[in-house]
Antibody, heavy 122, light 107 residues
Framework: EVRLVESGGGLVQPGGSLRLSCVAS????????MDWVRQAPGKGLEWVAR??????????EYAASVKGRFTISRDDSQNSVYLQMNSLEAEDTAVYYC?????????????WGLGTLVTVSS | DIQMTQSPSTVSASVGDRVTITCRAS??????LAWFQQKPGRAPKFLIY???SLESGVPSRFSGSGSGTEFTLTISSLQPDDFATYYC?????????FGGGTKVEIK
């Protein structure tokens, strides 16, 4: 059974930092792209970042709203993907979901974790 | 960025109704479109990829069609478990983008 479990969310002040983690099980983690997607309270879904797998040199993509502030990384030996979030703003308040990439030439995401809530407030 | 526009934003329907949701892209995305279902307090569930391919385990009452800039998700006979919010998502280009969502509510 595919499982993705996020952790690391919490309350942080504007300008602060937080590191989210997502541990995967039930599939060969190293074979997959991995993503972070967020959802602000009562709002829709917003893709945040992607990290490709080793054959694609672990290259990354970011949404413009987080580029330069957030960094996605992965550790295939730990079946984990991370999101380092710096210079946090109130607009970053959201549930952050980890997602498994799915595709061949173009990639969407097929499994999601339960999410971890990040609240940016003073 | 490719903008994804869903309509309607809310649809009121009864069990057994046929429901159609439209998703329009601001530029051509080929057939690189996915659909997700989300219930309150839950993670999204993957329904359809590449416009019309049904994910394993998804009931056959769900179907998708379209290409280029216009796409539809159809639920042929609405069931109680289908009341939820539905999102389209393009994965033709970065940044990956979602539609604003369509809430299917009980009439």
């Amino acid at each position: 059974e595919v499982r993705l479990v996020e952790s690391g969310g919490g309350l942080v002040q504007p300008g602060g930092s937080l590191r989210l983690s997502c541990v995967a099980s039930g599939f060969t983690f190293s074979d997959h792209y991995m993503d972070w997607v967020r959802q602000a309270p009562g709002k829709g879904l917003e893709w945040v970042a992607r990290i490709r797998h080793r054959p694609r040199s672990y290259t990354t993509e970011y949404a413009a709203s987080v580029k330069g502030r957030f960094t996605i990384s992965r550790d295939d030996s730990q079946n984990s993907v991370y999101l380092q979030m710096n210079s946090l703003e109130a607009e970053d308040t959201a549930v952050y979901y980890c997602g498994r990439g799915r595709g061949i030439s173009h990639y969407t995401f097929d499994f999601w974790g339960l999410g971890t809530l990040v609240t940016v407030s003073s | 960025d490719i903008q994804m526009t869903q309509s309607p934003s809310t649809v009121s329907a009864s069990v057994g109704d046929r429901v159609t949701i439209t998703c329009r892209a601001s530029q051509s995305i080929g057939t690189w479109l996915a659909w997700f279902q989300q219930k309150p307090g839950r993670a999204p569930k993957f329904l359809i990829y590449k416009t019309s391919s049904l994910e394993s385990g998804v009931p056959s009452r769900f179907s998708g069609s379209g290409s280029g800039t216009e796409f539809t998700l159809t639920i042929s006979s609405l069931q109680p478990d289908d009341f939820a919010t539905y999102y389209c998502q393009q994965y033709n280009d970065y940044p990956l983008t979602f539609g604003g969502g369509t809430k299917v509510e009980i009439k």
